[in-house]
T-cell receptor, first 114, second 115 residues
Framework: GENVEQHPSTLSVQEGDSAVIKCTYS??????FPWYKQELGKRPQLIID?????GEKKDQRIAVTLNKTAKHFSLHITETQPEDSAVYFC?????????????FGQGTILTVHP | DAGITQSPRYKITETGRQVTLMCHQT?????MFWYRQDLGHGLRLIYY???????DKGEVPDGYVVSRSKTENFPLTLESATRSQTSVYFC??????????????FGEGSRLTVL
């Protein structure tokens, strides 16, 4: 089955800096890659996703890049703010009718210091 | 609009007891899922359902049973709870076909402790 590795496990930055979280996956059949943000004690919420036919996607301060050849994808957050502090999870799935059969990474605890 | 709700939010039980976690969604989403969240493992898929009366195993199904007699409900039963099933359980729903999105909408989670 699919295996998703996520790094780093913790990331501490100063407000205004950029943050980058990286994930690798093992199954070449995966073609849907979402990122979820989970604040302490809350439910995970989708922040951005990318499909395999796209190399990069941006939404305001958040961007995701995908390299299918190398089987890795990354989350980039620019101009970080204290409210960006949370746990971030990457995930992968085959897409199609199996969008929700996600394999998640272990999570990255992001702390943004004011 | 309640969206997706889980009950109970917190449950303490003993080894060997049967426990059922409830999940209800008001969006008429076709797909529903159960994930468990454990430190160091992220979220792992237990079972999912593509429609009423259609269920399938995920990554970690052993010790769990699901049913889906109605579109809006997707209960998860631990037939004989074990300590290794102590976890936070998240139900989620989605509507991939109509909405052309892969987004999962998660419930608030149910924290289960097995003593």
């Amino acid at each position: 089955g699919e295996n998703v590795e996520q790094h780093p496990s913790t990331l501490s930055v100063q407000e205004g800096d950029s943050a980058v979280i990286k994930c690798t996956y093992s199954d070449s059949a995966s073609n849907y890659f979402p990122w979820y943000k989970q604040e302490l004690g809350k439910r995970p919420q989708l922040i951005i996703d990318i499909r395999s036919n796209v190399g990069e996607k941006k939404d305001q301060r958040i961007a995701v890049t995908l390299n299918k050849t190398a089987k890795h994808f990354s989350l980039h957050i620019t101009e970080t703010q204290p409210e960006d502090s949370a746990v971030y999870f990457c995930a992968a799935s085959p897409g199609g009718t199996s969008y929700g059969k996600l394999t998640f990474g272990q999570g990255t605890i992001l702390t943004v210091h004011p | 609009d309640a969206g997706i709700t889980q009950s109970p939010r917190y449950k303490i039980t003993e080894t060997g007891r049967q426990v059922t976690l409830m999940c209800h969604q008001t969006w008429s989403h076709s797909y529903m899922f159960w994930y468990r969240q454990d430190l160091g493992h992220g979220l792992r898929l237990i079972y999912y359902s593509a429609a009423a009366d259609i269920t399938d195993k995920g990554e970690v199904p052993d010790g769990y049973v699901v049913s889906r007699s109605k579109t809006e409900n997707f209960p998860l039963t631990l037939e004989s709870a074990t300590r290794s099933q102590t976890s936070v359980y998240f139900c989620a729903s989605s509507d991939f076909g109509r909405a052309n999105t892969g987004e999962l909408f998660f419930g608030e989670g149910s924290r289960l402790t097995v003593l």
